[in-house]
């Protein structure tokens, strides 16, 4: 039997002969020209190089020497002055970089950003359930001229940890159905940022040609399922929006015993009832497509029936959830991923639009 192919063979010139020798799991464009890369031989949204456009061999590039960043350093220095230990846990170039600090008083996350997109007011948002089984972070400081917020570093093990592990049962679509509940449940305060379905659009459309300039042989379904995911986005009738995550999926959910916490709330908005659930259904689909031991079907079906119940979801999580497949799909033309990854996203998706196939009874 031969071996596949790497990924990065499917890639486009010149991008294929930048990143020949295969060693990464994520690309993206360089603000400068060329490429970014991040290793897969690293920790996780740590270690990028920089892949100039014009060929030659990627160059390591260092966190603190972020321009874009320069709080990341100060935060740094200021951390080691105190006799505390620190760890990078994620970088992305010039937008914004995550450090687990551990001094006297107990660990904490400290996050610095290039811009302050209403930061303060997205983390301050929600209060923890009335049950006190679910909660957000607690945020211990924000630095408006820093670009630096500190938050309380939750205890617990994320459902994706879970997942891959092989832990992953249909009755967690029940503690979903509740964190779910208790976002349905959240005010939204006065000036909230809002996702609305043109926002949603807007993502779908810039994507769509990066997707197409990456692959060297680009699946013709992206560009006719995103002409009609946004078509199918665009017919919805107006809905109540609802306090939403906007980036939730199991990676985001920490669990501990009887309770648990939403974590990283950079993105939270007034959107969609469904928008939330969608994004979580597709992620699940993703995870079992990438292997993870995961009765996905069971889950899914779970998760979308007590959502439909509390949010009158009929009719819309279809594409909200083809939504988040068709992103996904064009998201890993640029990362590592299984082979013939991205056409089964693309058919799910499709799948969900119509309400049938492997989606059929669930959204």
């Not at 610095?112 to 211990?140: E, N, Q």
């Not at 807007?202 to 006719?224: C, D, G, H, M, V």
């Not at 909200?320 to 799909?329: D, G």
Request: charged share 30%; proline share 7%; net charge neutral.
């Amino acid at each position: 039997m031969s071996t596949p192919a790497p990924w990065t063979d499917d890639l486009a010139e010149p991008l294929r002969s930048a990143v020949r020798a295969g060693r990464w799991r994520r690309i993206e464009e360089a603000r400068e020209g060329g490429w970014l890369l991040l290793s897969d031989d690293a920790p996780a949204d740590v270690d990028w190089h920089h892949a100039p456009a014009g060929g030659g061999e990627p160059v390591p590039l260092d966190p603190l020497a972020d321009a874009r960043l320069p709080e990341l350093q100060g935060s740094v220095v200021e951390a080691l002055r105190r006799g505390e230990r620190l760890e990078l846990l994620a970088w992305r170039v010039g937008s914004r970089a995550v450090l687990r600090v551990e001094g006297a008083a107990g660990a904490r996350i400290v996050k610095v950003y290039h811009k302050d997109r209403s930061l303060r007011m997205r983390w301050r948002s929600l209060a923890g359930s009335a049950d006190g089984r679910w909660r957000a972070p607690d945020v211990l400081g924000w630095d408006r001229e820093r670009l630096r917020l500190e938050i309380e570093l939750c205890p617990g093990v994320s459902l994706h940890r879970r997942w891959l592990a092989g832990e992953g049962r249909a009755e967690d679509g029940a503690r979903v159905a509740e964190l779910l509940r208790w976002l349905a449940a959240a005010p939204i305060p006065a000036g909230f940022p809002a996702h609305g379905v043109e926002d949603e659009v807007r993502i779908l459309e810039e994507r769509l040609p990066a997707f197409e300039r990456t692959l060297a042989e680009p699946p013709a379904a992206a560009a006719r399922l995103v002409e009609k995911v946004v078509a199918a986005l665009r017919a919805l009738p107006a809905a109540t929006p609802l306090w939403c995550h906007r980036d939730f999926h199991d990676k985001q959910v920490l669990l501990e015993r009887e309770r648990g916490a939403l974590i990283d709330l950079d993105l939270a908005a007034a959107g969609h009832p469904a928008l939330d659930v969608g994004n979580l259904l597709a992620h699940v689909r993703l995870r079992a497509l990438k292997g993870a031991p995961l009765p996905w079907h069971p889950l899914a079906r779970a998760i979308a029936g007590e959502a439909r119940r509390d949010r009158g979801l009929d009719g819309a999580l279809g594409a909200w959830t083809a939504s988040t497949l068709v992103r996904l799909a064009l998201i890993y033309s640029r990362r590592l991923r299984r082979p013939g990854l991205i056409a089964a996203l693309l058919a799910s998706a499709e799948a969900a639009l119509a309400e049938g196939g492997e989606w059929r009874g669930i959204v």
